[in-house]
């Protein structure tokens, strides 16, 4: 572990061997010395990645169950406002941090020593999310196999796990109903009221599509409750396998692998995404779909609840405070535009979601207009909508099984980007941690191949019959208070304990312009506040996971909220400990703790000569001249 700002006197590996350079040379900021961790081969490979790691499955399964549940088109004026004036400045402010300082999430918070658990937080979280959102990616591949097969496993009810009460989808069972209704009218009209009678009690209560129990028992496998973790299931295991192969082979060579591998990934889902809206909009009902995906319901806006789940959907698609925009960024050249970045991909995560609502609601609108149901009946957030909502509709399309080949090809391509994302911000930490194990091409490689094993082994639960409910309380609970915790954290510890003002210094000496007064006022004021609002009313509002009419026992929710404060620990612990470690009175420790360490300031020689009595002397002045100054710059400006 590093150790800085007088709390040590030795300076970390990175600064010993950035010493050697010589300041005065013009052309040191990028010498090898300057870059030794690496960098991206090309600006396009770290702008492909981040939108690849905000660009993930939520677009496509939890962004239109919101819309359908929060006023259709009214929820996007929710969301577009958290996306501009919350989601784009932290979005923003993680990249400067990890260009200006080289370093990954967990030591660029040596810039307020008192706060540097929260780099250690960032990095549970991502481990914590690599470990089980792979899950997905071992759904998504057992399908995408399934999809090869003639017929499609999810098309009828003739396979070995389907039940008595299965039908081969809500369309034909429709069609069927209104043939026997018709029939019946001719033979004898006076039957025609409990024929419906029937199909309403019947069917649609008790009837299970072939899609949903392929999901359920054939992919699942299903136990009865969380107490059940049954066995483990070969085709999982075989899955999850395969996924962490995959991420392995694409991860191997760091940076320089990923900013290959994104041209594909992160490129592909936007050439199906509009295949599919094409196709889409030649279905019988497609339209009625859009419109209900477009119409508002602007007496919805009143609700808070809806503000409160559009802020979140916003931070939990965008992955700040994740540590991962501040990981990749980390590798960026020096003078880099970042802001430019930022803006792209920030937009690009939230029009993502809003075209993709095009794609979902034209094939729920045909759905509809087959099934006889309504929409909002069809609605779904998770794997229920991915899983079995769209694989039914693609059963109406010509040619199922390439729909099927191209849609979940789509998925395992947003899932595995994301997964880059997390999982690089565990492994750079490490890195970064522990330079004389794990510095250098090899040795990184192995690092990968031995995190890829440890992460493998941890979520083999995840593959027993049990796997869906340790899933579900994993997802539910992960993340749940550490993501607006941190960014509200982020945003305290940049606008006010180290300065806005001095931050756009920083960031002056990179992109030769100081930043916004919009933006300060959203790193100091609009950010926090909104991220406050969203923490408190997430633990007011707490309710209980559900799966599919099961409810959790105590224990298993209580084994979650545990697992929510893991994430947490690590910010008390390094509090006290570096309070300790440094003399003084307590108002003395703190002032120091909250001042940047010795060794915090731009990673290249170039800028370092006389950065520390240029930039952190600043002179003493009231709070709210502090405050002017953050908010607004320095008078000389």
């Known amino acids: 572990m590093r150790k800085t700002n007088g709390l040590a006197k030795q300076p970390p590996m990175e600064m010993q061997e950035e010493g050697k350079l010589e300041e005065s040379d013009s052309s040191s900021s990028s010498s090898e010395g300057d870059y030794h961790r690496g960098t991206w081969s090309h600006k396009l490979d770290f702008l492909l990645s981040v939108i690849g790691y905000s660009v993930g499955v939520s677009n496509i399964w939890r962004f239109p169950y919101l819309c359908i549940r929060n006023g259709g088109g009214a929820f996007l004026i929710p969301f577009f406002f958290f996306l501009i004036f919350c989601g784009i400045p932290l979005y923003f402010l993680e990249l400067c941090l990890g260009q200006f300082s080289g370093v990954s999430s967990i030591f660029v918070w040596k810039l307020c020593p008192l706060f540097k658990g929260l780099g250690f937080l960032m990095v549970t979280v991502s481990a914590m ?138 490129v592909l889902p936007y050439i199906l995404l509009t295949t599919f809206l094409i196709r889409g909009l030649m279905l019988e009902g497609s339209m009625e779909g859009i419109r209900h995906y477009l119409t508002p319901d602007f007496s919805r806006l009143t609700d808070f609840q809806v503000w409160l789940e559009a802020g979140i959907q916003v931070f939990y698609s965008l992955g700040p405070a994740w540590g991962g925009l501040i990981t990749m960024s980390s590798y960026n050249k020096f003078n880099n535009n970042c802001f430019r970045d930022a803006i792209i991909g920030s937009l690009a995560d939230g029009l993502t979601s809003f075209y993709a609502g095009f794609v979902i609601f034209a094939l729920l609108g045909h759905l509809a207009a087959m099934t006889g149901l309504k929409i909002s009946d069809m609605a779904d957030s998770g794997p229920g909508l991915a899983l079995v909502v769209y694989p039914e509709a693609m059963l109406t399309l010509p040619f199922p099984h390439l729909w099927a080949v191209l849609f979940f090809l789509m998925l395992l391509t947003l899932g595995i980007d994301s997964q880059f994302g997390t999982f690089e911000t565990v492994s750079s930490g490490l890195a970064d941690a522990f330079p004389q194990y794990f510095s250098g091409g090899k040795r990184k490689t192995l690092l990968t191949a031995g995190l890829c094993a440890v992460l493998f082994v941890l979520g ?87 799966y599919e009419g099961y409810t959790y026992p105590v224990h298993a929710r209580v084994i979650g909220f545990l697992l929510s404060l893991v994430p947490l620990i690590p910010l008390p612990i390094t509090a006290v400990y570096y309070f300790r470690k440094v003399d003084g009175t307590f108002l003395q420790r703190l002032h120091k703790l909250t001042q940047p360490s010795e060794d915090w300031g731009p990673h290249v020689s170039k800028y370092k000569k006389g950065y520390n009595k240029i930039h952190h002397n600043t002179p003493d002045e009231t709070p709210l001249l502090t405050i002017k100054r953050n908010l607004l710059g320095s008078p000389s400006h």
């Open 460 to 546: 083999i639960p995840f593959s027993t019959n049990g796997g869906m409910y340790y899933f579900q309380i994993v997802d539910w609970y992960a993340a749940s208070l550490c993501v607006t915790l941190t960014s509200f954290l982020e945003c305290v510890i940049v606008g006010w304990i180290y300065g806005a003002d001095r931050f756009s210094k920083d960031v002056k000496l990179m992109l030769g312009t100081e930043v916004h007064v919009v933006i300060r006022f959203c790193w100091c004021i609009v950010t926090p506040l909104a991220m406050l609002a969203a923490f408190i009313l997430t633990l007011t509002n707490y309710q209980p996971p559900t």
């Open 129 to 266: 999310m690599s470990w089980y959102y792979i899950t997905v990616l071992a759904w998504v591949l057992y399908y995408l196999v399934n999809s090869f097969y003639h017929p499609l496993p999810w098309s009828d009810c003739s396979e070995s796990w389907n039940t008595a009460h299965c039908i081969e989808s809500r369309i034909k069972d429709f069609n069927n109903v209104t043939n026997t209704i018709v029939q019946n009218i001719t033979s004898n009209s006076s039957s025609l009221y409990n024929i419906s009678l029937a199909s309403e009690t019947g069917i649609k209560k008790n009837a299970t599509t072939a899609a949903k129990e392929f999901w359920q028992r054939r992919v699942l496998r299903i136990s009865e409750g969380f107490d059940e973790a049954g066995s483990v299931q070969p085709h999982l295991i075989v899955g999850l396998l395969v996924a962490w192969v995959l991420v392995f082979l694409c991860l191997m060579k760091g940076v320089k692998s990923v900013g290959k591998v994104v041209y594909v990934t992160a």
